[in-house]
């Protein structure tokens, strides 16, 4: 069930180019955390219950903070 989107992630984060060390680290972290929560998703639309259901939630909520924080790093702003 992951293998698609563990690959997109692999090529995502392999693709991510930055002006320098730092940035490209950034660029590739988001597409490391998309990949989390793509992979969460996955978990959750095949029926995932009790504790696995709420960490995967958890995970996506955490996956997208990080996300949206690297993304304000980027553009110069505190997260």
Sequence with gaps: LY?????KMH???MAA???DAAETW?????????GGVE???????NGAAGEVRQMAQKTI?????DIEDLQKLLRGETP
């Design 3 to 7: 293998r698609p989107a563990m690959m």
């Design 11 to 13: 090529e995502a984060m």
């Design 17 to 19: 180019k930055g002006a």
């Design 26 to 34: 950034a660029r590739k972290m988001i597409e490391h955390h998309r």
């Design 39 to 45: 992979m969460s998703n996955i978990v959750l639309q």
């Design 61 to 65: 909520r955490e996956q997208n903070k």
